[in-house]
T-cell receptor, first 108, second 115 residues
């Protein structure tokens, strides 16, 4: 069983839709990261959070430490949001665990 | 099992010496690999894009002469931290993307401590 589970693995949405990507983890963590990778590009960090909620533009990330669960929301989705979104958690001793990613395609 | 292997996982070196970190894709050929670093309690930061058979592309603010990247084969990229200083102490991670599967795979990371 992976330490980090993401769902869904693939997601297709119409432009303008509200999108949610979920991440569950099974290890104790010091922080959780949401990462984005556009086709052919390197990964960029969207959020790093250890509690509560963060918002940046149309992106919102939440985390529930007790339930070991995080969600990434995209409001008013746009084709340029099409990318792979990866959940990663930092365990003890600088141990990183990565989800397998969610491939998002937003159709105009 | 791991599809991207990074080595070493931990290294301690003296100031002024050079350290090489290897990143290998095990199950697929990676024409492009990526190198990241993370300072304590901060996000992963992309340092450079490693391209097989050509020069690496560095992000703004990353010294190419200090962080030498070599991607001589489709399964191996190396990052060499030259003339290391204590401020280079950090956590370095590589990733390789299987663009057919649209998945990114990460190495285990390397904790570098320069004393």
């Amino acid at each position: 069983k992976n330490e980090v589970e993401q769902s869904p693995q693939n997601l297709t949405a119409q432009e303008g839709e509200f999108i949610t990507i979920n991440c569950s983890y099974s290890v104790g963590i010091s922080a959780l990261h949401w990462l984005q990778q556009h086709p052919g590009g390197g990964i960029v960090s969207l959020f790093m959070l250890s509690s509560g909620k963060k918002k940046h533009g149309r992106l919102i990330a939440t985390i529930n430490i007790q339930e070991k669960h995080s969600s990434l929301h995209i409001t008013a989705s746009h084709p340029r949001d099409s990318a792979v979104y990866i959940c990663a958690v930092e365990g003890g001793g600088n141990q990183f665990y990565f989800g397998t990613g969610t491939s998002l395609t937003v159709i105009p | 099992g791991a599809v991207v292997s990074q080595h070493p996982s931990r290294v301690i070196c003296k100031s002024g010496t050079s350290v090489k970190i290897e990143c290998r894709s095990l199950d697929f050929q990676a024409t492009t690999m990526f190198w990241y670093r993370q300072f304590p309690k901060q996000s992963l930061m992309l340092m450079a894009t490693s391209n097989e058979g050509s020069k690496a592309t560095y992000e703004q603010g990353v010294e190419k002469d200090k962080f030498l990247i070599n991607h001589a084969s489709l399964t191996l990229s190396t990052l060499t931290v030259t003339s290391a200083h204590p401020e280079d102490s950090s956590f370095y991670i590589c990733s390789a993307s299987d663009f057919i599967l649209r998945k990114a795979f990460f190495g285990q990371g390397t904790r570098l401590t320069v004393v």
